[in-house]
C-alpha cells in the first residue's frame, strides 16, 4: 500500500523547519503502529531555482517508509508513506495538516500487488497472501 | 514527478543482497543526472510473516529521493523514484531489470502539482512555474 498526501496553503515558516519535520517522522510510526529502524533522516535542500528551497526528511520502518519534501515559499508539501501491509493513513494525514497548518491536504491510495499480475496464458505458482 | 516501479521474476540471490541495492542506489542519481546529498541507506528487514524479508534502501538526492523495498522469496521489488523536476526514468527502470534480473517491469507515473488545484470560485495567485 502507497499512499501519496499533498498538502497546500501550509505555514512558510513551519514548512522551513528542520524540526517540525523531524518530530513529525518521529511520530507517524507510531501513529501507524509501525516500529522506525532508524532515527529520521533530515535535510534541508536547493534546488535548481532560487525560489525551490525546503526541507527533504525521511525514516524507514521495517519494510516500509515515510517521505517528505517542503516547498515553504509554495506553502506545499509532498509526502508519501508506504507500507508492505496495509495500514490507517488518516492519523498521517492529521500529523501533517496540524504540523504545518495545512488547509487543505489531499491524498490519493495506490494498490501495489505481493503477486505478480495475472497475464492471460502465463501459469501461476499460488497466489500470495497480501 | 513520481515513477512508481514494480519488478516481478527477479533473482533471489541478488533480490537479497544489500550490496547489490547499494550499488543501485549509488548509480541511479547520476543516471538521472543528478547529485546525492547522502550516502545510500541499506538495511535488512524482517517483516511479520517469516516469508517477508528483504532489503529496504533509500538515498536522498536535494528535492528527490529513490527507495527500493525487495521481497527476494516472492521474486520482486518496489521501488518509487520521486523528484521536483521532470526526469527520464528509462534509465533507472534498465538499471533494476539488470540489478536483479528482472523479467518484468511495470511503471507508473504520477504527476505531482507544484500549485494549488483550481477549484471554483477560489482565487489563485499567479501560477507556480512547474
Redesign the interface.
Known sequence: M?V?I?G??GDPDRLASEDTVRVLLERCPEAMDMTK??PP?V?R?????PE?W?I?G?V?I????I?I?T?PE?G?L?A?A?S??GFDFAPIVEELRASFGLR?V?S?V?E??????TLPGRTLEAP??R
Open positions: 502507497h501519496i499533498d497546500y496553503d529502524i532508524m533522516f535535510v535542500y536547493q534546488g535548481s531555482k525551490d525546503g527533504s525521511f524507514m521495517a519494510e516500509s517508509h517521505s519534501h516547498f509554495r506545499l509532498w508519501d508506504f508492505c501491509k487543505d489531499q490519493q495506490l501495489r500487488g505481493l503477486e505478480y499480475p500470495a497472501h
